[in-house]
């Protein structure tokens, strides 16, 4: 039997692999999933893969890159090697696929088909320095075990182009339904009273883990500059930040209008999104941002980070305005526009719709068949 292993740091973030699982399985994979399934309510295993045929396997991968806990996800995974042959390694999240590829050296001599899907570099365009002589020299170096690499936006596509790989492939992200949240629907009013919030204020939405990745401060920030008292921002997510962003939402005066409405369901948070006025995606590093092409899809226009990922919908005064990831400033401005400009914001909205129908999630699937593909490719001609 073929078998294909999914690799992740956390199991939270497989919720967004469910397609390319689903592929693996109609291609007749036995398929199974290596994470950590434990650490913080947030990202542990909630009965995701419950009724799928996924075969799951705990490794204690940790989060920060120089974690002691990554020495034995190592030896674990080794483990791992030994006790099955995997056809396939498909490897997500930078941690996780470094230990990974790795590990799966001796595989490679055995005929396993190594693939990375980069989810977003740690260096871009807007990086500083630093970011560049830390991570650029080992995402080149580990290029050179890897047989496949996929990037998620064309920035880190035309990165990956120029390293040793045997394929460099792109697609448009795990895909966005567009369909199904075009069809949603809201009552404005009565949701957004639950938060204690007027149906004719003007609202910004951020969707995602509360984080200093996500940099949802630089959005309380602007919101305090501007001071208008009818714009109201919801923060939709859990995470690390919750306490320091609470604190700062008070230290800066605005504390009654900052909402933090922990997890919930995606249809709850679909149906969130044609309740609000405005997408946020504030991001310092986004491989393309998934939130944000679902606001996009919900019609909402975007204030976000000029950087790689985002680029790729976020386009300046088309379907909303983008600046630096923490210009407070840029951001007041943006959503100031957007807020007094009635005619600006109509024109982003509709834009918001056409644009996210180049993310649909069928485009995504028939593109990563593809890649899957060339795998039983090099399985027939033997590498």
Known sequence: MKRALIVATVIKFLEFEKSDIKILLDMGYEVHIAVNMHG????????????????????????????????RS??????????????????????????????????????SY?????????????????????????????????????????????????????????????????????KLKADRARMLSQFGIPPDAFVVLSIGELSARKNQSVIIEALAKLRYEDIYYIICGCGEKYHMYKMLAREKGIGDR???????????????????????????????????????????????????????????????????????????????CLYKNKQLYRICAENALKTAEKFDIKRSRRLMKENYKVVLEHTKTGG
């Open 114 to 182: 190594v693939i990375y899907t980069c989810h977003g570099f740690h260096f871009h365009k807007k990086s500083d320095r630093k970011s560049w002589m830390l991570y650029y020299p080992v995402e080149r170096v580990l290029a050179l075990i890897t047989d496949m690499m996929i990037a998620v936006n064309k920035e880190d596509y035309h990165v990956i182009r120029s390293f040793k790989v045997r394929e460099c492939k792109y697609i448009p992200g795990v895909g966005v339904d567009t369909a199904y949240i075009h």
């Open 258 to 336: 900052v909402v933090f409405t922990g997890h919930k369901d995606h249809e709850w948070v679909m149906r969130l999104c044609h309740t609000v006025d405005l997408g946020a995606i504030p991001s310092v590093i986004e491989g393309l941002g998934l939130a944000g092409i679902e606001m996009l899809a919900a019609g909402l226009p975007l204030v976000g980070a000029n950087i790689h990922g985002i680029n790729d919908y976020l386009i300046f005064g088309e379907t909303g305005f983008s600046c630096p990831p923490n210009d407070a400033d840029g951001f007041a401005q943006a959503i100031r």
């Open 74 to 111: 190592y030896r674990q995974l080794k483990r791992l090697f030994q006790q099955y042959y995997f056809d396939i390694i498909h490897c997500h999240t930078p941690v996780a696929s470094a230990i990974a590829r790795v590990a799966a050296r001796t595989e490679r001599k055995r005929g």
């Open 40 to 71: 913080e309510d947030w990202l542990r295993d909630d009965g995701t893969f419950t009724g799928m045929d996924v075969i799951r396997h705990q490794i204690d991968f940790g989060r920060k890159p120089f974690s002691c806990a990554n020495i």
